[in-house]
């Protein structure tokens, strides 16, 4: 079966979308100066003093979607299944920012912070149920 135009376009954005969480996934763990140098004392004392199982969350997250995206670009059918444990990662990390920390994201970076994991959240999800859908119609195998 011929590739659809689409899965390129949305592979190559989605993959440049998840290389942006990637590095801040990167930038954050190395702790950089000079990236980290954006976020004040408050903000950075919430992102370092995040549990082992939310780190672990967090990276899975990230790396699952760009992984996702890769698959997505190699035309593997593996892709939906990795978008998918990418976002129950998601979930749950976004789970312990936002429900079960003792300060809530929301009330240390602000409430800006609900609406941008809100849509990465969306994208999340969109990517699962496109991956899946191109499966099904045999485009991934």
Do not use: C
Not at 95 to 121: D, P, Q, R
């Amino acid at each position: 079966m011929k590739t659809p135009w689409h899965v390129w376009v949305i592979g190559v954005v989605t993959l440049l979308f998840n290389a942006g969480g990637a590095f801040d996934y990167v930038m954050t763990q190395t702790r950089n100066a000079t990236y980290m140098a954006q976020f004040s004392e408050a903000e950075l004392a919430y992102f370092y003093g995040f549990p082992s199982w939310v780190q672990g969350s967090w990276a899975l997250a990230v790396w699952g979607a760009v992984l996702g995206s890769v698959l997505l670009l190699m035309r593997r059918k593996w892709a939906a299944s990795v978008f998918a444990v990418s976002l129950i990662a998601m979930v749950v990390t976004f789970a312990h920012n936002f429900v079960l920390a003792e300060v809530k994201m929301h009330e240390v970076v602000g409430t800006e912070a609900i609406w941008f994991s809100a849509v990465i959240a969306i994208v999340a999800l969109a990517l699962f149920l496109y991956a899946r859908a191109m499966a099904r119609r045999g485009v991934l195998s």
